[in-house]
């Protein structure tokens, strides 16, 4: 038996000589390069005891390194956990503490403050910082430039990423090579990537766009990427020119579209603009396609799921849908109360069933028979509808999830983190249409008896609590939060008196 994943992507790598990534800077690493350099990342972590099935758990900068990491955890035969770099240190406690990984990598910077959290578990800290350097990196560049995969099977878990609901605790998403394989052979040739792509990879890598989706359909396709750190209007537009595909959020595109330099000369060239993470509005892609000429791509997916629909490659690629089942998925609407399928054009639930849906939720059994079922369609928690024509479209989500420039945010955690400040009573917390992130998140919070509230102070007590992206970018005060005959907030509500907070 073979290492399932690193195989097949190792059977498509073109000559060794040929770039796969270059950086804004000008490092570049070859194919031969990704081999090599995995196989020194493999080799340290083999010498820190990571066994097959062990988790090594990451919240490091984008760098290739860290990508190298990501194939160097496939090899040995790890499961590899990617964590959001904005994560505060008590965000990350949860994480590690619940996936108790063998090795825990993070920031120079942030070693000190992880310690404790990474003797919890008995994890070896190691460090590895936005230049590439560190601990982790000293011992790679010590070991061998060759290693021997681990064998490891279909089903086999490559990857644990965690996932937000409305309730509850985070849920680790077990992602089997497979899972990843599958996906990734099915967008190849979906989107016809080839040798010939230059992807422009400004993507986070610790979430499946970035990670999965992007980097997972260029090895496979023996393409090059142009690797950017993060999204940075000036660098795209530099960069464009030598790029032959694009991979973004919603954010991305409004960004480019605020440029003057934003021409369809630059982009004349392109052969495909792909939107994914969060909604795209349908008057970006109008504006877009007006613009440039191009229409975006829009596709659907999930951390549990990777890609499960997209607009076509050639054919109409219709704003306000995310396109029809990709190839080898199923996907129905279902009544959420009573879990019949409905009939085309009803709006219900999003199941989706196929090679990529997840294996379950990390240690969480009773969670997983609640979302997967037993004829193994998974319960997306997504509300949509089935035009006449096949296009999916999605109308909302049955829970509270806010996504916002991509990141899931959910509001319980958000509340509770509030209502812990003095003088507050009850909040809620909303997400509204945002021209920029897609959606804002917003505060509406009531305060106790006699209490005064300074609206100006409630995201700033936050800021050692929750990472940016989920903290409060608008906060209301109300003397009470509305409420139905049943007693619960009515967030419909307060959604609609504050949908106009980022306009003009």
Same mark, same amino acid.
């Given at each position: 038996?073979t ?7 190792h059977a ?9 990534l ?10 031969g ?10 080799n ?6 990571v066994?097959?099935?062990?988790r090594v758990a ?12 990501y194939?160097?955890?496939? &090899?040995?035969?790890?499961?590899f ?21 063998s ?6 910077s &942030? ?7 990474a003797? *919890?578990?008995n994890?070896?800290?190691?460090t590895?910082d ?7 990196r ?6 061998s ?5 681990v064998?490891r ?5 490559a990857?644990?990423?965690y996932?937000s609901?409305?309730?509850g605790?985070?849920?680790g998403?077990?992602?089997?090579h497979?899972?990843?394989?599958s996906n990734?052979?099915t ?8 040798s010939?792509d230059?992807?422009?990879?400004a993507?986070?890598?610790?979430h499946?766009?970035?990670l999965?989706?992007a ?12 690797f950017?750190p993060?999204f940075?209007?000036?660098?795209a ?7 032959t ?7 991305f ?6 440029s003057s330099?934003?021409t ?6 392109m052969?495909?603009?792909i ?7 349908a008057?970006?892609h109008?504006?877009f ?5 191009h229409?975006?791509l ?7 799921t990777?890609?499960?629909t ?10 306000g849908?995310?396109g ?7 996907l129905r609407?279902?009544?959420?109360e ?12 999003i199941?989706?069933k196929g090679p990529?849906?997840f294996?379950?939720?990390w240690?969480?059994?009773? *969670?997983?028979?609640e979302e997967l079922r ?6 997306t928690?997504d509300m ?7 296009y999916v ?9 806010i996504i916002?420039?991509?990141?899931n ?9 509030i209502d ?16 920029d ?6 505060a509406?919070?009531?305060? *106790?008896n ?6 100006a ?8 609590k929750l990472a ?5 970018k608008?906060?209301h005060?109300m ?6 005959t049943?007693?619960?907030?009515q967030k419909n ?5 504050f949908k ?5």
């Amino acid at each position: 038996m073979t290492n399932h994943l690193f195989s097949e992507i190792h059977a498509n790598m073109p000559d060794p000589a040929k770039t796969f990534l270059e950086t804004a800077e000008g490092q570049v690493l070859t194919y031969g390069d990704v081999v090599g350099l995995s196989a020194r990342y493999a080799n340290a972590l083999a010498g820190l005891g990571v066994k097959p099935g062990d988790r090594v758990a990451v919240q490091v900068e984008k760098t290739p390194d860290a990508l190298m990491l990501y194939l160097a955890t496939v &090899r040995v035969g790890g499961v590899f956990l990617p964590l959001n770099t904005a994560y505060t240190p008590a965000e990350i406690d949860y994480f590690v503490t619940d996936a108790e990984p063998s090795v825990f990598v993070c920031d120079p910077s &942030r070693a000190d403050a992880l310690k404790e959290t990474a003797s *919890k578990v008995n994890a070896s800290l190691q460090t590895l910082d936005a230049n590439g350097k560190g601990s982790l990196r000293d011992l790679a560049e010590a070991a061998s430039d060759t290693f021997e995969d681990v064998a490891r099977g279909a089903d086999d878990l490559a990857a644990i990423l965690y996932t937000s609901g409305t309730t509850g605790r985070s849920k680790g998403a077990m992602l089997s090579h497979e899972n990843l394989a599958s996906n990734a052979r099915t967008l190849v040739k979906y989107w016809q990537f080839g040798s010939g792509d230059v992807l422009l990879h400004a993507l986070p890598i610790f979430h499946t766009h970035g990670l999965f989706v992007a980097t997972n359909c260029l090895l496979l396709a023996g393409g090059s990427m142009l690797f950017l750190p993060k999204f940075d209007l000036d660098t795209a537009l530099k960069l464009l020119p030598r790029a032959t595909s694009m991979m973004g959020v919603p954010t991305f595109y409004s960004r480019l579209l605020s440029s003057s330099d934003f021409t369809q000369s630059l982009v004349s060239h392109m052969r495909l603009f792909i939107s994914g993470s969060a909604p795209l509005s349908a008057e970006t892609h109008k504006e877009f396609s007006a613009r440039t000429g191009h229409a975006i791509l829009e596709r659907y997916g999930m951390t549990e799921t990777n890609m499960n629909t997209s607009n076509p490659y050639d054919g109409d690629r219709r704003p306000g849908t995310v396109g029809f089942p990709l190839p080898g998925v199923d996907l129905r609407i279902t009544d959420p109360e009573t879990a019949k399928v409905l009939a085309q054009g009803e709006v219900g639930i999003i199941e989706v069933k196929g090679p990529n849906v997840f294996q379950g939720y990390w240690r969480m059994p009773e *969670k997983t028979a609640e979302e997967l079922r037993v004829d193994g369609f998974f319960i997306t928690g997504d509300m949509g509808r089935i035009d006449e024509e096949g296009y999916v479209a999605i109308v909302g989500r049955s829970k509270d999830l806010i996504i916002t420039g991509g990141f899931n945010v959910y509001p319980a955690e958000v509340e509770a983190a509030i209502d812990e400040i003095a003088g507050v009573a009850e909040s809620a917390i909303i997400g509204v249409p945002h021209p920029d992130f897609g959606e804002g998140v917003v505060a509406v919070v009531a305060p *106790k008896n006699g209490a005064k509230l300074d609206k100006a102070a409630i995201t700033p007590a936050l800021a050692d609590k929750l990472a940016k992206f989920k903290q409060p970018k608008q906060v209301h005060v109300m003397d009470a939060l509305p409420r139905n005959t049943m007693g619960k907030i009515q967030k419909n509500v307060l959604r609609d008196q504050f949908k106009g907070d980022f306009e003009g």
